[in-house]
Protein backbone atom coordinates (compact mmCIF):
# COMPACT_ATOMS: atom_id res chain seq x y z
CA UNK A 1 0.00 0.00 0.00
CA UNK A 2 1.81 2.91 -1.03
CA UNK A 3 1.18 6.76 -0.60
CA UNK A 4 2.60 7.85 -4.02
CA UNK A 5 5.82 9.68 -3.29
CA UNK A 6 8.39 10.17 -1.38
CA UNK A 7 7.55 11.52 1.93
CA UNK A 8 8.83 15.51 1.58
CA UNK A 9 6.35 14.85 -1.69
CA UNK A 10 3.60 13.66 0.66
CA UNK A 11 4.09 16.59 3.25
CA UNK A 12 4.19 19.41 0.65
CA UNK A 13 1.32 17.81 -1.32
CA UNK A 14 -0.48 17.56 1.53
CA UNK A 15 -0.36 21.12 3.23
CA UNK A 16 1.41 19.73 6.18
CA UNK A 17 4.86 21.65 6.28
CA UNK A 18 5.84 23.31 9.55
CA UNK A 19 6.14 27.41 9.22
CA UNK A 20 9.12 28.23 10.31
CA UNK A 21 9.93 31.30 8.44
CA UNK A 22 11.03 33.55 10.65
CA UNK A 23 9.83 36.74 8.73
CA UNK A 24 6.63 36.03 8.37
CA UNK A 25 6.17 34.73 12.44
CA UNK A 26 7.53 37.59 13.28
CA UNK A 27 5.20 39.64 10.85
CA UNK A 28 2.35 37.40 12.70
CA UNK A 29 3.90 38.00 16.45
CA UNK A 30 3.96 41.69 15.96
CA UNK A 31 0.32 41.98 14.64
CA UNK A 32 -0.79 39.67 17.63
CA UNK A 33 1.13 41.58 19.89
CA UNK A 34 0.24 44.82 19.04
CA UNK A 35 -3.92 44.03 18.59
CA UNK A 36 -3.51 42.80 22.41
CA UNK A 37 -1.89 45.59 24.66
CA UNK A 38 -2.87 44.11 28.02
CA UNK A 39 -2.22 40.57 27.28
CA UNK A 40 1.51 41.55 26.15
CA UNK A 41 1.99 43.25 29.62
CA UNK A 42 0.74 40.40 31.32
CA UNK A 43 2.95 38.51 29.94
CA UNK A 44 5.51 40.14 31.70
CA UNK A 45 4.14 40.04 35.19
CA UNK A 46 3.41 36.53 33.99
CA UNK A 47 5.77 34.98 31.91
CA UNK A 48 4.27 31.85 31.68
CA UNK A 49 1.65 33.78 30.04
CA UNK A 50 3.43 33.81 26.85
CA UNK A 51 1.32 30.50 26.01
CA UNK A 52 -1.10 32.81 25.21
CA UNK A 53 0.45 33.86 22.59
CA UNK A 54 1.75 30.48 21.27
CA UNK A 55 -2.03 29.52 20.99
CA UNK A 56 -2.85 32.21 18.69
CA UNK A 57 -0.06 32.11 16.46
CA UNK A 58 -0.86 28.54 16.11
CA UNK A 59 -4.49 28.93 15.23
CA UNK A 60 -3.41 31.35 12.76
CA UNK A 61 -1.57 29.24 11.35
CA UNK A 62 -3.58 26.20 11.32
CA UNK A 63 -0.94 24.52 13.73
CA UNK A 64 1.69 24.71 11.33
CA UNK A 65 3.80 27.17 12.72
CA UNK A 66 6.78 25.76 14.38
CA UNK A 67 6.23 25.87 18.48
CA UNK A 68 10.41 26.17 19.03
CA UNK A 69 10.39 29.25 16.17
CA UNK A 70 7.32 30.74 17.86
CA UNK A 71 8.61 30.84 21.38
CA UNK A 72 11.77 32.28 20.82
CA UNK A 73 10.38 35.15 18.80
CA UNK A 74 7.67 35.54 21.18
CA UNK A 75 10.24 35.43 24.10
CA UNK A 76 11.88 38.53 22.21
CA UNK A 77 9.43 40.50 21.57
CA UNK A 78 7.92 40.85 24.64
CA UNK A 79 11.11 40.70 26.73
CA UNK A 80 10.94 37.73 28.77
CA UNK A 81 13.48 35.36 29.51
Same mark, same amino acid.
Given at each position: ?5 ? #? *?? +? ?6 ? /? ?9 ? +???? +??? @? #?? /? *???? =? ?10 ? /? ?6 ? =??? #???? @?? +???? =?????
Amino acid at each position: MGWGGT #P *AA +IVEARGLT /QVSDAGALEAL +IAEL +IAA @N #PG /Q *AAAV =KAKPQAVGWFVG /QVMKATAG =KAS #PGAV @NS +ILRA =KLGVE
